[in-house]
């Protein structure tokens, strides 16, 4: 006997594109949030060092502009009183935890994947403020938080594009059927926009000028 809480107007998985399926999202999921969860933990690790020794020259300083210890020592670096990598250990944590449910199977109602919906668009928020900060208020690049953006993006188009595949948020198809022809051309317009703007703002210091 069928079980209640599954709607009967979500659409079957394999109906659905790749990525929104249950083992390919859970996958995903894993992976990227594995990866950004790795390079939170290791800011953690070397924030950690820092306040033993302030002087310390960590893992990712490499010049005066590629340095995640420059940023720690900024108030952008603690928005909330504590190290922001904290934050996504704690959110990553909880992304990898989604990947793996998915993959063992389970089925998650439609309020768990609101409130992951919510989480997540929070977080891409939260990503453009410090790439802001980062690439245009203190011109110093933290290279554990650039892999952190490079994961936040995909997670947030394709949890979304997952969540309007299943119904979760309600969108015309037509919207569902463009953003499922090109998801991958947004990710990929979203990184070139990104590097984009590093390289313009850094050009004098990636390309020096031999006058």
């Known amino acids: 006997m069928p079980s209640s809480n599954v709607s009967t107007s979500s659409p079957a998985d394999a109906d659905l594109p790749a990525l929104s399926r249950s083992r390919f999202f859970g996958w995903f999921l894993v992976i990227a949030g594995g990866i950004a969860w790795i390079s939170s933990f290791t800011l953690v690790l070397e924030r950690l060092h820092l306040y033993t020794n302030p002087d310390a020259k960590i893992s990712c300083d490499f010049n005066s502009w590629i340095s995640c210890g420059e940023v ?6 603690a928005i909330l009183g504590f190290p ?6 704690v959110a990553f944590a909880i992304v990898v935890t989604t990947g793996v449910v998915l993959l063992a199977g389970a089925r998650l109602n439609r309020w768990y994947w609101i409130c992951l919906q919510v989480g997540i668009t929070a977080g891409i928020g939260l990503v453009c403020w410090f790439w802001i ?8 690049l933290c290279p ?7 994961m936040m993006i995909p997670i947030f188009v394709f949890t979304t594009l997952r969540n309007l595949n299943h119904g979760v948020i309600a969108a015309p198809p037509a919207l569902t059927k463009f953003l499922n ?3 991958w051309v947004i990710v990929g317009l979203l990184y070139l926009g990104t590097l984009a703007s590093i390289f313009f703002k850094f050009m004098s210091l990636i390309i020096p000028s031999n006058a």
Request: charged residues 5%.
């Open 181 to 183: 022809d090109w998801a």
């Open 72 to 77: 720690m020592k900024t108030p952008q670096a």
């Open 133 to 140: 900060q980062a690439v245009y208020v203190l011109a110093v």
């Open 84 to 89: 922001n990598p904290l934050i996504g250990v």
């Open 144 to 150: 554990y938080c650039m892999i952190v953006w490079a």
